[in-house]
């Protein structure tokens, strides 16, 4: 199983839902790194769980993504190691520049908190490459600002490139009720990866669907967290 | 000390939510003469510094390295005395 640690910031408030979702599936908890601790080298996924990292001032991740452990994790990159960020996690991904665009807020203004339904994108290599090509998931999205933005050059080359990872999609089976696009982001993305595949920002929250508690069948998030554990160590 | 003040918006193809949503309170109130409206960010900085040219200089500095998101921000930079620089 790959070693797995989740990133703390002051403000992250679903990293205990992670810690607890990853370690259902690999059987061992993850290590909760404090954003002042510098040593990540020996984890193979690092994950930017969601929340509200320094109270989302100035823009959401903006003085997260600014913090010394993000060169920690700029080198991780470097060396081929995998990224996951989810919602304020994403949002930090895109401040540090990690992944191109960025996430403004919604389109109706309101904080959206509700499920939606994703389909995934296949890669060959990378975090994307357990998915199946137009694999459904249903989860949680709960942001403000989850609107994904980008020019018309950086969205040619994503999609060129395949790194759409996830858009919304309307819902599935019984879920017919489910709009779409929660936020107005731009060609319905609700994920992206880096060229390598091996970093992945998403706004829907997995580690919120991992038991049928949660509802709606509750096992989409659990399978979508083990795709990508599944690719991180085949 | 220097003051400066940095005003930041979208840029221009950037769809700005908040402006529109105030333009369509403006019209309802009878205000049918506004048209585009643009939201923004205010940031008033102090700098221990005397040159205004270095604090014109280090204020850029640090628009470009936190305060705004060049990818879909522009700012404005304007010393007490009312020097001005764009980005």
């Not at chain 1, 994503?158 to 779409?180: E, M, N, P, S, V």
Request: glycine share 10%; aromatic share 6%.
């Amino acid at each position: 199983m790959p070693s797995i640690a989740v990133i703390r910031f002051p403000g992250s408030n679903c990293d205990r839902d992670i810690i607890t979702g990853v370690a259902s599936i690999t059987g061992t908890k993850p290590s909760a790194i404090w954003y002042k601790d510098t040593d990540i080298a020996r984890h193979d996924l690092i994950i930017l769980p969601g929340g509200f990292s320094f109270g989302d001032y100035l823009r959401g991740g903006a003085i997260a993504a600014r913090a010394p452990i993000m060169d920690e994790i700029q080198d991780h990159v470097w060396r081929g190691g995998y990224v996951l960020g989810i919602c304020n996690g994403f949002q930090i991904l895109t401040e540090s520049e990690l992944l191109p665009g960025a996430l403004m807020r919604n389109v109706g203004l309101k904080y959206v908190c509700r499920d939606v339904v994703i389909k995934a994108h296949h890669a060959d290599d990378g975090l994307l490459s357990a998915f199946k090509d137009g694999q459904s998931f249903r989860m949680p999205v709960a942001h403000n600002e989850g609107n994904y933005y980008a020019d018309e050059e950086t969205l040619a080359r994503l999609q060129d490139k395949g790194q759409i990872a996830f858009t919304y999609t309307a819902g599935i089976g019984g879920d017919k009720h489910i709009d779409a696009n929660p936020n107005g982001a731009i060609e319905d993305i609700a994920g992206i990866v880096s060229e390598n595949g091996r970093v992945l920002g998403m706004m829907p929250h997995p580690e919120r669907n991992l038991d049928p508690i949660h509802g709606g069948g509750g096992q989409d998030g659990r399978q979508l967290l083990k795709n990508l554990i599944e690719a991180v160590a085949p | 000390m220097i003051n400066v003040l940095i005003t930041i918006q979208f840029k221009e193809d950037v769809l700005d939510p908040e402006g529109k949503a105030i333009a369509a309170s403006l019209h309802n109130l009878g205000y049918s003469e506004v048209g585009a409206v643009m939201t923004g960010r205010l940031i008033r900085l102090t700098l221990d510094e005397s040159d205004t040219a270095r604090a014109m200089q280090k204020a850029a500095k640090m628009c470009e390295v936190l305060l705004v998101n060049t990818i879909i921000e522009t700012y404005d930079i304007t010393i007490e005395d009312g020097e001005e620089n764009s980005a």
